[in-house]
């Protein structure tokens, strides 16, 4: 059953996938071109109807001048899963704006996974909240992003 954060069944964006089978659809196109999530390394692990898991090995070439991972590299990916889950209706979406908190540091050879989850999803915006943690399940950083919707905009086109 369909509801408030999800388009109808007969959107035309949707091409008659189930939302899961279109969320697959949508990370597998989107992965094709994304020369940024391949560049840190990041995987997506999961993806779903509003949300997405990414993740990535913190590397050397990665560490700030004091030893831990850039704040730009954790923000990254962080925007990586917050860009796989506010496009997995198939409603292209960009990032509109973003905060992120950094809780604690991250260091090399860390695993950090981020999980977005999907808090609003309009015809015109949506709200996202990520969440980074390491292999020990610690919270290393908070993202919130707002996306801007373009209705009617396929994010990725559908199997013919």
């Not at 109808?8 to 949508?26: E, Y």
């Not at 604690?104 to 709200?127: I, M, Q, Y």
């Not at 943690?133 to 009617?152: K, P, T």
Request: glycine residues 10%.
């Amino acid at each position: 059953m369909d509801d408030d954060r999800t388009p109808f069944p007969t959107d035309p964006l949707r091409g008659g996938l189930d939302p899961q089978a279109l969320a697959a659809h949508v990370r597998d196109g989107m992965l094709a071109d994304d020369r940024a999530t391949r560049h840190f390394g990041i995987r997506v692990t999961a993806v779903g109807p509003g949300s997405a898991t990414v993740e990535m090995a913190v590397r050397e070439h990665m560490l700030n001048g004091f030893g831990t991972c850039h704040g730009g590299v954790l923000t990254a990916l962080a925007d990586s899963a917050f860009a796989f889950a506010c496009n997995s209706h198939n409603t292209m979406a960009v990032a509109a704006g973003l905060s992120m908190d950094f809780l604690r540091p991250a260091r090399a050879g860390d695993v950090l996974a981020a999980e977005a989850v999907e808090l609003s999803c309009g015809s015109r915006s949506g709200l996202y909240d990520v969440t980074v943690r390491n292999q020990h399940g610690e919270r290393i950083a908070a993202f919130r992003g707002r996306a801007h919707r373009f209705a009617g905009r396929a994010a990725v086109p559908l199997p013919s």
